[in-house]
């Protein structure tokens, strides 16, 4: 069984920056890779970053909205994944998910993750 509890979400100001953290237990991560996704209301869930547990490798999205913005580490002694997320715009406000990829599948595809954390809310208005 594995556990993913996100945290640091909340509400910010336009242009503000938040750290996103999700606290793994349960299983070893070793070669898993490890997303976010986050889905605006009325929308699709999408993917914004992973990241490989062993080897560090990162993935993110091609969205030209997010590019540069956000950034993926892990800290694999805190058994931590973490979403560094600057300049925040109106339209990142949604609830951002952390996922545990299992198989082979795309790291860019919802479907490939098996366990997912509740989700934290980030809301960025003025």
């Known amino acids: 069984q594995v556990q993913l509890v996100e945290s640091g979400g909340g509400l910010v100001l336009p242009g503000a920056s938040l750290r996103l953290s999700c606290a793994a237990s349960?299983?070893?991560?070793?070669?898993?890779?490890m997303g976010w996704f986050r889905q605006a209301p009325e929308k699709v869930r999408e993917f914004v970053a992973a990241?490989?547990?062993?080897?560090?490798?990162?993935?993110?999205t091609d969205t030209d909205a997010l590019k540069g913005r956000f950034t993926i580490s892990r800290d694999a002694a805190k058994n931590t994944v973490y979403l560094q997320m600057n300049s925040l715009k109106p339209e990142d406000t949604a609830v951002y998910y952390c996922?545990?990829?299992?198989?082979?599948?795309?790291?860019?595809?919802?479907?490939?993750?098996?366990?997912w954390g509740q989700g934290t809310q980030v809301t960025v208005s003025s």
């Open positions: 990241i490989n547990w062993s080897a560090g490798g990162t993935y993110y």
């Open positions: 349960g299983r070893t991560f070793s070669g898993r890779t």
């Open positions: 996922a545990a990829r299992t198989g082979t599948g795309s790291p860019y595809l919802s479907d490939s993750y098996s366990y």
